[in-house]
């Protein structure tokens, strides 16, 4: 595909996404319908997607419309790129602006890139950096990987990942964690990440998992282990982990991904015993990781929130009740209503336990968004 024609299918992307379909689902349901389409023009058409999902206000604002022609054209006007050249009309391009699209251009335009009810509450916990933060919703995340420190150290990893063209760096503060400089989208497909040398998992979530310390022989329930990401992590660090979720089916990713890992994941549905530590990996906005996700972003509600804030603290009464000397309740979420007042929550009505440690991992070029408190009996 052409440079053209591949804005051109993301313009049809979008226009599907805006009339309500997942992202992910107008992608398949484009990549299905266009066979001929190679795995880079998949990526690229994907890129094009997501890039324009996550400023899809300011691009709206500079295209002068919601549909997915206007939108484009506003992220081409924010990268000074060549509007004649993607909407030439030649080919599988698409169609050359007619004179009221042109009319409707406004290169200086801006809008900020969430939606308006969220701006107060991301200003409260931003402070004097909510500018900074707003600009980070539009850029992309990097690619983490979690190195198996049971397997193999960091420095080993990084020349294996290197000999299969994957680059990597160092991280600060997170002592198991590799930022893809080059070459992510070979990383599923690689020796170290296919012999469990290597798993994907960002930063914060390491870092999150780090704050546990070390395992000392403790038993450890996943409360809401979903595909493991929290289990795999604290296997690793020596923790004897039981999975569990609601949603049995959720988990069938554990028993690959252990296996690979080198450790014994059991996944439970009924818990029928009491564990050192339970770890709550609550559902959550995943507004930390909205960068990832921008479609999320436009479609969550107020009343998603007010959900989301009665579901969490029904999982803490839950899960807590298993916890013999502590509890950890972690969210990918940026929102107090989420995290700093669950806390207050917990204090207020659970007194036999009290807050130890609590950290808030902010979004920027070193991770997603993350929270985590622990818990310990008073
Ligand atoms: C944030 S995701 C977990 C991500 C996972 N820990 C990881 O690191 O990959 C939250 C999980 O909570 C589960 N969940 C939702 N309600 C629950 C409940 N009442 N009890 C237990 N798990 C629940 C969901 O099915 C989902 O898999």
Known sequence: MTPAARYAAAID????????????????KWARGNRYAGSKDRAAVRDHVFDCLRS?????????????????????????????????????????????EL??????????DLPEWLLPKLRDVAGPDFQKLTEQFRQRADVFLRVNTQKIDIR??????????????????ATT?????????????????????????????????????AADGETLLDYCAGGGGKSLALAAMGY????????????????????????????????TQQFDTVVIDAPCSGSGTWRRTPDAKWRFTEQDLADLVEL???????????????????????????????????????PKWTCVRQERFAMDQDGDGFFCAIFEQA
Request: glycine share 8%; hydrophobic share 40%.
């Open 13 to 28: 992307v979008l226009d599907q996404i805006l009339d309500g379909q997942p992202a992910e689902a107008a992608l398949l």
């Open 312 to 350: 969490q603290r029904d999982i803490i009464g839950q899960a807590q009740g298993h916890a013999l000397r502590r509890f950890v309740y972690m969210t990918c979420s940026l929102l107090r209503d989420e995290n700093d007042d669950q806390v207050a929550f917990v204090e207020a009505s659970l």
């Open 103 to 112: 009319a409707r251009l406004a290169p200086d335009a801006d809008a900020v």
């Open 156 to 173: 080993n990893a990084e020349q294996s990942l290197d000999k299969e063209g994957i680059s990597t760096s160092n991280l600060a503060g």
């Open 177 to 213: 964690a590799l930022r893809v400089t080059s070459g992510a989208r070979q990383v599923a497909r690689s020796a170290p990440f296919l012999s469990g040398e290597v798993e994907l998992q960002d930063a914060s979530s390491q870092k999150a998992c780090l704050m546990l310390g």
């Open 240 to 271: 004897t982990v039981t999975a569990h979720d609601a949603d049995p089916k959720r988990m069938k990713d554990i028993g690959p991904r252990a296996e690979r890992a080198g450790v014994t994941i059991p996944q439970v549905t009924e818990i």
């Open 56 to 100: 899809k206000a300011s691009f709206a604002a500079k295209g002068g419309g919601q549909t997915g022609r206007a939108i484009v054209a506003g992220c081409l006007l924010a990268q000074n790129a060549d509007l004649d050249e993607v909407f030439s009309g030649q080919g599988y391009a698409a169609a050359r602006l007619d004179d009221a």
